[in-house]
């Protein structure tokens, strides 16, 4: 398909900095068969139960995963960026454990799921990368639990916007220092198991005491040391995801 | 069941310190806020800090008054499996 090497441009960068990747490697993912999709804000691109036989690669926007309890309340488990693969886990686990939704305007590519596990056998340096990509996976969600569990309400807020700048500007985004929150009010609620209400409240404060600006969604980060502090934010857990 | 609301300030140091005690038959049964004004759109509307009975949980919801909120509660305990197993005993 015309314009691949663009469509895994951001995945490989990523992948590039888990692993060594050579020409031959960079190669057989540009070679990859796949097919784009457009998705609109807030669609869900993988249903809990589904079966599934073709991983997604987010190329542009942003998205996060889900899941909800028997009460209706939904947890965010995570947030996501261009160039991150959306549900590496069904390339061995046939059937989706957990929902993905679009956050914003989305384009995703779909890679048959025997298309990457071939990738993977003769390619060992890319098996490696998706082996590291899926363990750093495994470290947010321990940090995330962490977050939920165990920071008072600030923390996790500030722990979760250090994390989404750092993200960011790894996968070349732009400064961590300034940036426009893609999410809701009510989707950082959920990631952080808080109301939209405790949410504006931290962010007021943020604002109050100095440590940052806001203009709606624009983010600028006046005091770094000081918000990292306050999250109790150390970027060790993102290993070479940062 | 009666529902009464007793005034109280919090000690949160924000915009969100008018608050009331929610006392059902004479027990604390919930703290509510009227949200203030950095709230936007739901200013003056009533959120709900914090609930004391398990099986009645906190809501998410906010409420444009105590009258809405009650009508909340009393649907609320109707429907909480730890009233209906005591019920059940």
């Known amino acids: 398909m015309s314009g ?14 888990l692993a060594n990747l050579d020409e ?98 003769e390619r060992p340096a890319v098996g490696e990368a998706l082996w590291q990509d899926s363990l750093i996976d495994a470290s947010i969600f321990r940090e995330w639990v962490l977050n939920v569990g165990q920071r008072d309400a600030k923390s996790r807020i500030a722990h979760m916007l250090c994390e989404f700048a750092i993200r960011r500007a790894a996968a070349g985004l732009g400064s961590p220092e300034q940036f426009e929150l893609p999410m809701t009010q009510e989707q950082i609620a959920d990631a952080t198991g808080l109301t939209s209400v405790h949410v504006n409240r931290m962010l007021q404060s943020f604002g109050a005491e100095g440590v940052i600006r806001r203009d709606k969604r624009n983010i600028s980060v006046a005091n770094w040391d000081r918000m990292r502090r306050v999250a109790d934010f150390d970027p060790a857990y993102l290993h070479a995801a940062a | 069941m009666t529902l009464t609301f007793s005034p109280i300030t919090l000690d949160n140091g ?56 009650a009508d909340w509660l009393l649907d609320a305990h109707s429907r909480s499996p730890i009233r209906s197993a005591a019920r059940a005993e």
Do not use: Y
């Open chain 1, 24 to 121: 031959i490697d960079r190669a057989a993912i540009e070679a990859l068969s796949f097919q784009v999709s457009t998705v609109a804000p807030g669609e869900t691109i993988v249903r809990e139960g589904q079966r599934v036989s073709q991983c997604c690669v987010l190329l542009d926007g942003f998205a996060f995963r889900h899941k909800v309890a028997a009460n209706g309340n939904r947890q965010i488990l995570s947030f996501h960026l261009p160039g991150d693969i959306l549900d590496l886990q069904h390339l061995f686990l046939p059937r989706a454990d957990h929902n993905v939704q679009t956050i914003t305007a989305a384009q995703v590519a779909w890679i048959p799921i025997d298309a990457l596990r071939s990738l993977i056998r």
């Open chain 2, 14 to 69: 924000d915009d969100d310190s008018d608050a009331v005690l929610a006392l059902r038959d004479g027990r604390l049964a919930a703290v509510l806020t009227r949200l203030g004004s950095l709230h936007d759109e739901l200013a003056n509307r009533w959120f709900v800090e914090s609930t004391f009975n398990s099986g009645v949980p906190a809501p998410r919801q906010t409420f444009e008054s105590l009258d809405a909120f």
């Open chain 1, 4 to 17: 691949q090497i663009d469509a895994f441009g951001a995945m490989i960068r990523k992948l590039e900095r």
